[in-house]
């Protein structure tokens, strides 16, 4: 797409009316469709699931997988950047400022990076900040707001390498092999919406500023929840087109109504009526 582009530039005048650089676009290749995600059908965590997830990471780290499945849907790295003061727990905001990456082509040691468009203050539920409290006093310096919240064994940073390694022996005790660190940032949405969260809310919760993202990528299909849904609709539905059909009027409410419209009927002839008299008067 991005050698596509450069040729289209390459045949157009320029801004400033010089000739293009080639005649014709030699690009002539179909660009393919761009693959399905394999991802895309791994089912949100369950309850009891991220309880075995939480019960199995170290204590260190175990807050990592309850703010990812419940606080924000926070990227692995952005979980690695967080610092102690990023959390605002007097007001319950949490705040997205960085990411941690281990630089150019990946390489070197893991360190702390700026991030623009995921930049956010996100909601820390109420249930989490008991939890969240914990953690600060027993692992962090509160006294140093930039220290890490999640604070490595034997490096300054942690990396995304080390969660994720983690995250992969919690994930067997839970029996969710099928499931990456990446998918609780999914599971959030998923469930978001499920729990009535508008698609902007979604949105903004994960730091999108596509649509398309956000419901190709981290809106996952819920089997359960859309049997209820189509059950609740077809009931409402028919409960309701049946009820009209179902009631029956009295005999004297039908005799009530066609006297009531004899009686408009015939005021209505002794009008016509009085109408072509004076018709026939003019006349």
Same mark, same amino acid.
């Given at each position: 797409?991005?050698? *596509? ?15 293009? !650089? ?16 394999? /991802? ?7 309850? *009891? ?29 952005? #979980?690695?950047?967080?610092? +102690? ?9 949490? /705040? ?27 909601? $820390?539920?109420?249930?989490? +900040?008991?939890? $969240? ?45 099928? #499931? ?11 469930? !978001? ?12 919760? !994960? ?8 419901? &190709? ?9 859309? /049997?209820?849904?189509?059950?609740? !609709? ?38 016509? &009526?009085?109408? $072509? ?7």
């Amino acid at each position: 797409m991005r050698l *596509k582009a450069v040729f289209r530039s390459a045949t157009t005048m320029s801004m400033d009316g010089s000739p293009p !650089l080639l005649k014709d676009n030699p690009f002539i290749f179909p660009i393919p469709p761009e693959p399905d995600s394999v /991802r895309e059908d791994i089912p949100p965590v369950t309850p *009891k699931q991220l309880r075995v997830l939480a019960e199995n990471m170290p204590d260190y780290t175990r807050l990592t997988v309850f703010l990812s499945t419940l606080a924000g849907g926070l990227r692995c790295g952005e #979980l690695c950047g967080l610092q +102690v003061g990023d959390i605002d727990l007097d007001n319950k905001i949490l /705040r997205v400022r960085r990411s941690v990456n281990r630089g150019h082509l990946d390489r070197g040691e893991a360190r702390f990076a700026k991030t623009k468009r995921s930049v956010r203050d996100l909601p $820390i539920p109420d249930a989490l +900040v008991d939890m $969240i409290r914990e953690h600060l006093h027993t692992f962090c310096d509160l006294d140093d707001p930039t220290s890490p919240v999640f604070v490595p064994r034997r490096v300054k940073v942690m990396s995304q390498t080390t969660l994720e390694a983690q995250f992969a022996r919690a994930r067997k005790k839970a029996g969710r092999s099928d #499931l990456m660190l990446h998918d609780l940032r999914a599971s959030h949405a998923t469930l !978001l919406m499920l729990k009535g969260g508008t698609l902007r809310e979604v949105m903004n919760q !994960l730091g999108h500023a596509s649509e398309k993202v956000a419901i &190709k990528h981290y809106q996952r299909v819920v089997a359960e929840h859309q /049997r209820q849904i189509v059950n609740l !609709l077809a009931d409402e539905f028919l409960q309701e087109a049946y009820a009209e059909g179902t009631q029956t009027d009295s005999l004297e409410d039908i005799v009530n109504v066609t006297e009531q419209r004899v009686r408009e009927l015939t005021r209505m002839i002794a009008d016509f &009526k009085q109408a $072509i008299d004076e018709l026939n008067l003019a006349s």
